[in-house]
């Protein structure tokens, strides 16, 4: 079955710090990978996506992330984290499949940066 | 321009009763999805509609349906409520909904469904 992986519910990190929330994947082939952020009772945010190219792909409010083909892994990254990155992270894979057209989410880490 | 627009924004019904949702995507996107996010867990996929056209379905029982208008706007319908029915439901638009889409979605504020 076609799954996306956080091993980590929450992760706190002291502002300043650099920061790393974890996603793996089992999906065939090569999925379109995603990261969204998700604000109390708002709905989600894109951050960033990797479609192809270079491994490290950047997106907005510093972020950036990790593509590891041989581990199935994208992992989100920050240098500096702040106090208003605090919020719930999802990482999120679509299929290349041909008629595949469904997002599939992971179940979603909760950063907490500390002052 | 307005992002997508989502209503009800709350709402409480009763176990049996039916509920629909609306959705209107961003001006120009011509795809909607349908996600249901239960407390404590990532979206679900529950549809996507492309062009007035089903393109996917979840894995959601009968009792849910959806359709998309001639403006692209979306309702998604959920009969015979059950107490698990009770979550945000999230609507999703993007550019395009062909096999080719990379693009990212782009989502609504949700609909907070509680089923008593």
């Known amino acids: 079955a076609q799954s996306v992986a956080q091993p980590e519910d929450q992760v706190n990190v002291a502002e300043g710090n650099p920061l790393t929330v974890k996603c793996t994947y089992s999906?065939?082939?090569?999925?379109?990978l995603f990261w969204y952020v998700q604000y109390p009772n708002r709905g989600l945010q894109f951050l960033l996506k990797y479609i192809t190219g270079d491994n490290l792909v950047k997106g907005s409010y510093g972020f950036e992330a990790e593509f590891n083909k041989s581990q199935t892994s994208f992992h989100l990254k920050k240098p500096s984290a702040l106090v208003s990155d605090s919020a719930l992270y999802f990482c999120?894979?679509?299929?290349?499949?041909?008629?595949?057209?469904?997002?599939?989410f992971g179940t979603g880490t909760r950063l907490k940066v500390l002052a | 321009d307005a992002g997508v627009t989502q209503s009800p924004t709350h709402l409480i019904k009763t176990r049996g009763q039916h509920v629909t949702l609306r959705c209107s995507p961003i001006?120009?996107?011509?795809?909607v999805s349908w996600y249901q996010q239960v407390l404590g867990q990532g979206p679900q996929f529950i549809f996507q509609?492309?062009?007035?056209?089903?393109?996917g379905r979840g894995n959601f029982p009968d009792r849910f349906s959806a359709r998309q208008f001639p403006n692209y706007s979306s309702e998604l319908n959920v009969n015979a409520l059950l107490l698990g029915d009770s979550a945000l439901y999230l609507c999703a638009s993007s550019l395009a909904g062909t096999s080719v889409n990379t693009g990212e979605l782009f989502f609504g504020e949700g609909s907070r469904l509680t089923v008593l």
């Open positions: 001006s120009g996107h011509k795809s």
């Open positions: 999906v065939s082939g090569n999925p379109y």
């Open positions: 999120a894979v679509r299929p290349r499949t041909s008629g595949t057209y469904k997002y599939i």
């Open positions: 509609y492309y062009e007035k056209e089903e393109r």
